[in-house]
């Protein structure tokens, strides 16, 4: 089944204690995303990627950091977490970098940060 | 700068009722993609519709229809017979090019809940 994964779904942490939220795809796409959702703001970027060894910045890429080693994963990594991004965090992947193409989103994380 | 309201927080109806869900967008591109996605209570993000800015041809899937107006700049939504299945958190989305990353940029949603 074409999917894409998020591990672990639900998270409750504490400030300071780094974590890291894996996305995996199985759908060979190029593009993979991440998203932040909260109440008012909908949907903001954090980073994405173009491809392997290619990440970039979205609109709120603080205190947070990235890596696609392999087409599949891209893993999120909170070096240092702290409460304001306790949130609902989606990743997303897309066929190719065609302004067309639909993101396709994981199941969401969902992170408290005490 | 590219931007999506969503001006309606949210939305109650009564099963059975028509229900309209309002997007405008701001846009500096002359071919641009919209997307509507649902959220249900479960959470995930549910891609309901795509749509480009060259083809103003209403869409309708169901009891889902979809009335894009360039001139108005709006791509809104209606659930016809509203079920309590619909009662869900509706996203309204627009797609940058690929020198703005290839992000979309979302309205804030609109709750949409259905009683019987």
């Known amino acids: 089944e074409a999917q894409v994964t998020q591990n672990p779904r639900y998270l409750i942490t504490v400030t300071g204690k780094k974590l890291t939220v894996t996305c995996s795809q199985n759908m060979n796409h190029e593009y993979m995303s991440w998203y932040r959702q909260d109440p008012g703001l909908g949907l903001r970027q954090i980073y994405y990627?173009?491809?392997?060894?290619?990440?970039d910045k979205g609109d709120v890429p603080e205190g947070y950091k990235v890596s696609r080693k392999e087409k599949r994963n891209f893993p999120l990594i909170l070096e240092s977490p702290s409460p304001n991004q306790t949130s609902l965090y989606f990743c997303?992947?897309?066929?190719?970098?065609?302004?067309?193409?639909?993101?396709?989103f994981g199941p969401g994380t969902r992170l408290t940060v005490l | 700068a590219q931007k999506v309201t969503q001006a309606q927080t949210e939305i109650s109806v009564v099963e059975k009722e028509d229900v309209t869900l309002d997007c405008v967008y701001e846009?500096?591109?002359?071919?641009?993609?919209l997307f509507w996605y649902k959220q249900p209570p479960s959470g995930e993000l549910v891609f309901l519709i795509r749509r480009n800015s060259f083809d103003e041809q209403n869409e309708i899937s169901g009891r889902y229809s979809w009335n894009f107006q360039k001139s108005t700049s709006s791509f809104n939504f209606t659930i016809t017979a509203s079920q309590v299945v619909d009662s869900a958190v509706y996203f309204c989305?627009?797609?940058?090019?690929?020198?703005?990353?290839?992000?979309?940029?979302f309205g804030a949603g609109t709750i949409l809940r259905v009683k019987s």
């Open positions: 989305a627009l797609s940058e090019g690929r020198e703005y990353g290839n992000k979309l940029v």
């Open positions: 846009t500096r591109d002359t071919t641009y993609y």
């Open positions: 990627s173009m491809n392997v060894e290619v990440t």
């Open positions: 997303a992947s897309k066929a190719t970098l065609n302004q067309a193409d639909t993101q396709y």
